[in-house]
């Protein structure tokens, strides 16, 4: 199966401290985004990379938050000091240039502060 | 605040029902994608519509995209069990990222 992949599935930290998420996107999609979805609402955007470059931020994402995507292959998503607010989804999703701007989404990581 | 509104929020049907989910937005869309998710895990991608008016058809599912790019529809018919699940709309706006709706979770009782 070659569709986007995440590690770990599901996370459960306490409070105060830092996670670290791992998106692998589909080979060959130069276009890897993040997103963060809470229960009974739709996934809303987080960053967004081309290539190794991170081209936005969205306000969601504080200071706390930091995204990288070294020789724009995988990308990891770290999270300082978590708080009880973090607990959520964490989605992953890749595509490929301009193609109807299609994005194929991860399983997800399931944070969850305690 | 979701930029696209769904509706209804939920749908509980019979097996063989037809049903037909709403997605509106003021803003003018590049494109729209349909997700469906299942609980614990990602959307997956249903299909894209990209022209104003445009009808795409996948089995029971069909999609049609408003001729103002600003709303959408799936209608689905002879519902089957397995097309229980969370539905999602989302826009794009001649960039990357997409706007989600809040979604509508349809359940389809055997």
């Known amino acids: 199966d070659t569709g986007v992949s995440q590690d770990p599935r599901h996370k459960i930290t306490k409070r105060g401290q830092n996670v670290t998420f791992r998106c692998d996107p589909i080979?060959?999609?130069?276009?890897l985004y993040w997103y963060r979805q809470t229960l009974g609402q739709g996934p809303e955007f987080l960053t967004y990379f081309q290539n190794e470059a991170q081209l936005e931020k969205s306000r969601l994402l504080s200071d706390r938050f930091s995204a990288e995507r070294p020789k724009g292959s995988f990308s990891t998503l770290e999270i300082q000091r978590t708080e009880q607010g973090d607990s959520a989804m964490y989605l992953c999703a890749s595509s490929l240039g301009d193609s109807g701007n299609e994005q194929f989404f991860g399983p997800g990581t399931r944070l969850t502060v305690l | 605040t979701q930029l696209l509104e769904q509706s209804p929020q939920f749908l509980s049907i019979q097996e063989g029902e037809n049903l037909t989910v709403y997605c509106n937005s003021s803003s003018v869309f590049s494109s729209l994608q349909w997700y469906r998710q299942e609980p614990g895990e990602g959307p997956v991608l249903l299909v894209t519509?990209?022209?104003?008016?445009e009808v795409k058809k996948l089995k029971r599912l069909t999609f049609q995209f408003g001729d103002a790019r600003k709303d959408s529809s799936l209608h689905i018919t002879a519902a089957q069990p397995g097309d229980t699940g969370l539905y999602l709309c989302?826009?794009?706006?001649?960039?990357?990222?997409?706007?989600f709706g809040a979604g509508t979770t349809v359940t389809v009782r055997a």
């Open positions: 080979s060959e999609h130069n276009r």
């Open positions: 989302a826009g794009a706006h001649y960039d990357y990222k997409l706007s």
């Open positions: 519509v990209v022209t104003g008016g």
